[in-house]
């Protein structure tokens, strides 16, 4: 992607966000120098990811298969086998009408899934097996705390302020219909590196294309500062 349109994207995403209530934290408007001028204040928030996230998973298609995350809470994976400390993150979403993130699970992460505003969010779910296939037995969900039959191909429609738990194994595709769609995810702590599996898996994805400077920094800058 190219850096003005990541700029513009995280500029529409700040509005609408806005336009549902949704209010982020100072830091969603740090500039790339205040981020620099912080340094060594910022490690724990760049090493956990805290931060603006805008991916196209097919490039050039960001409008049809792409999402904005913006994560303010995460803590630390290592410390999960010890059952202390935050273990816990927290995300906001957005999908734009008809953009689609494409099937993908966790085999360590649980997640709680909502939609807080706009259009219906549509949850598309696969139940992976042990052999790394689609296993077609039913399974059990949570949609807010009433628990559901559920099978592979099925199809999840959830209307603002609806939610559902999403366990480790079972992959979910998702889009918005219906209008742009806010969305909320608190999920056990988890390391995005490592626990999430495409399905089928992506290629690298390119880097971007720095064609102005930056105003706003994305976890993929991190390492740079």
Known sequence: ??????DAII?????????????LPPFAHWTPEEW???GEATRIMRRRFLGWNVVAFEPGRFERSGIVVFTTRMGDHR???SGHGRLYGEKLILVRDRQRVPYHFHKVKTEDFFNRGGGTLE???LRI????GIDDTP????????????RSGETLRLAP??????????????RAEGGDTVCGEISLVNDDATDNYFVPALPTLPPIEEDVPARRLVVADYPGL
């Open 139 to 150: 399974f059990l969900i949570d949609r807010d705390g009433l628990l559901a039959e559920a």
């Open 1 to 6: 992607m190219r850096r003005s349109e990541i």
């Open 79 to 81: 410390m999960l086998a």
């Open 123 to 125: 949850i598309d779910l």
């Open 161 to 174: 302020g609806e939610g559902v738990t999403l366990d480790p194994g079972i992959a979910h595709a998702f």
């Open 36 to 38: 620099r001028a912080k």
């Open 129 to 132: 097996g042990a052999d790394g």
């Open 11 to 23: 500029d529409e995403t700040i509005e609408i966000f806005a336009a549902h209530g949704a209010v």
